[in-house]
């Protein structure tokens, strides 16, 4: 079993920065990818950034040029750094993992989600 755990949400003023984490642990043999979702009240889930093991990241096109995520693999943990941030960027912020428990099995995991929330 794998579980992912996720922090560093909260409430920021417009423009302002978040740093999001999301910590996985247990029986991993490796993390091919992991990626941050939002979900926005009324709205339906979006993947907003993907990286892989080998470093390529992907964006969502609203978060171009202020969102970066990067990963630990020595720690298997991933981060969200969050520039600029607009009210519209407010959501819960969930991570998923596609993760390997042996070399042969892999199973995509959920952590329990962050609310972030942009406002004045």
């Known amino acids: 079993q794998v579980q992912l755990v996720e922090s560093g949400g909260g ?68 981060y969200l750094q969050m520039n600029n941030l607009k009210p519209e960027d407010t959501a819960v912020y969930s991570c998923n993992a596609d993760v390997g428990t042996t070399r042969w099995l892999r199973y995509s995991y959920w952590g329990q989600g962050t609310q972030v929330t942009v406002s004045s």
Do not use: H
Request: charged content about 20%; glycine content about 8%; aromatic content about 8%.
């Open 11 to 78: 409430l920021v003023q417009p423009g302002g920065s978040l740093r999001l984490s999301c910590a996985a642990s247990g029986s991993i043999f490796n993390i091919y990818r992991m990626d941050w979702y939002r979900q926005a009240p009324g709205k339906q889930r979006e993947l907003v950034a993907t990286i892989t093991d080998s470093g390529s990241t992907n964006y969502a096109d609203s978060v171009k040029g202020r969102f970066n995520i990067s990963r630990d693999n020595a720690k298997n943990t991933v």
